[in-house]
């Protein structure tokens, strides 16, 4: 089991960035794909980009695509979202998650194993 802890959320305005990070502990010798997800109020958890196993592959959601940026860091054990143009829509507590396998660019829920508690960010009009 992967422990995952994001930080880095909180309130913007419209058109600011913040970088989100994930520090990954536990059984992290397996270095799996990951991915951060999305839920605003009264709304499912979304997808929002997948990062695979090397960092060399990544894939985003349209509605985030030109805007965020997945990244990795394997030696630190850590993954961030650098979240730029943001908009009041982007609103949500954020997870990140880890991957089942060590395979492709996963984008179903059902496809990470483990999750972390989340992180607000508010992006205020």
């Known amino acids: 089991q992967v422990e995952l802890v994001e930080s880095g959320g909180g309130l913007v305005q419209a058109g600011g960035s913040l970088r989100l990070s994930c520090a990954a502990s536990?059984?992290?010798?397996?270095?799996?794909?990951r991915g951060w997800f999305r839920q605003a109020p009264g709304k499912e958890r979304e997808f929002v980009a997948t990062?695979?196993?090397?960092?060399?592959?990544?894939y985003y959601a349209d509605s985030v695509k030109g805007r965020f940026i997945i990244s990795r860091d394997n030696a630190k054990n850590t993954v961030s979202l650098q979240m730029n143009n943001l908009k009041p829509e982007d609103t949500a507590v954020y997870y990140c998650?880890?991957?089942?396998?060590?395979?492709?660019?996963?984008?179903?829920?059902?496809?990470?194993?483990?999750w972390g508690q989340g992180t607000q960010v508010t992006v205020s009009s």
């Open positions: 998650a880890a991957a089942r396998s060590n395979s492709g660019l996963p984008q179903s829920q059902t496809d990470f194993g483990s």
């Open positions: 536990g059984r992290t010798f397996r270095i799996n794909a």
């Open positions: 990062i695979n196993w090397s960092g060399g592959s990544t």
